[in-house]
């Protein structure tokens, strides 16, 4: 079974340009979270989606970030205008939808964005 | 609010010596721990978990960690470490909330083996 890819591994991208990352969760998994680490800092939680709507975005930095899922299953998140501080490594981790216990969250090999 | 502090961003060791990752959370209810690894050019991997049970936890390439409630700790071990082992790790707690699980990450700590 595939796990969760990412796409691009890589974008360096101008000030002021746009960039879009995409996430594939594994098959089957309701919960999708997207994740960042700016340079030397730990690894931050954006938001959280279960199928298409947005459970929780309180981690998600400003309004040059929108994230979609649409149809429940991939989800893109695009920096619009990018900024010298998006600069980082953008993660995503996908897991079965649960009422009770914990279920493992998958991480995907995140995006590395450099904004110049 | 729930936070992650790991004590050492870098830790230098030789090779087939111990090592100890420290890792120290702040809660009053009950998360759950992880360990994950990130190694170069890599994503992240999961290393370990402490759900629930007993307190010893082992994980994948020889780590173990051990989950102290009384001083809200779970430092990563590993008796005899390998140059592969070179690599970033993160401790990590996750808490359910009103949207679901999040989970919270230390700032990592690099590891070093030398030859």
């Known amino acids: 079974e595939a796990g969760v890819t990412q796409f691009p591994s890589h974008s360096v991208i101008e000030k002021g340009q746009t960039v879009t990352l995409r996430c594939d969760p594994i098959s089957g998994h309701d919960n999708l979270y997207w994740y960042r680490r700016v340079m030397g800092k730990e690894i931050k939680f954006l938001l959280h989606f279960v199928k298409e709507s947005k459970q929780d975005e309180s981690g998600m930095p400003n309004n040059r970030f929108l994230a979609e899922r649409t149809g429940g299953t991939y989800s893109t998140l695009k920096v619009q205008p990018a900024e010298l501080e998006d600069s980082g490594v953008y993660f995503c981790?996908?897991?079965?939808?649960?009422?009770?216990?914990?279920?493992?969250?998958?991480f995907g090999p995140g995006t590395r964005l450099t904004v110049l | 609010a729930q936070s992650v502090t790991q004590l050492d961003s870098q830790v230098p060791v030789f090779e087939e010596a111990p090592v100890e990752l420290r890792c120290n959370y702040s809660?009053?209810?009950?998360?759950?721990l992880f360990w994950y690894v990130q190694y170069p050019n890599q994503g992240l991997q999961l290393l370990l978990k402490?759900?629930?049970?007993?307190?010893l936890v082992k994980g994948i390439n020889g780590f173990e960690a051990e989950f102290n409630k009384s001083q809200t700790s779970f430092h990563l071990r590993k008796p005899s470490v390998h140059i592969s082992d070179t690599a970033e790790y993160f401790c990590a707690v996750s808490k359910r909330g009103t949207g679901g699980f999040k989970t919270i990450f230390g700032a990592g700590t690099r590891l070093f083996v030398k030859a």
């Open positions: 402490y759900l629930s049970g007993s307190t």
């Open positions: 981790a996908s897991s079965h939808e649960t009422s009770g216990s914990y279920n493992e969250q998958f």
């Open positions: 809660s009053s209810v009950s998360v759950y």
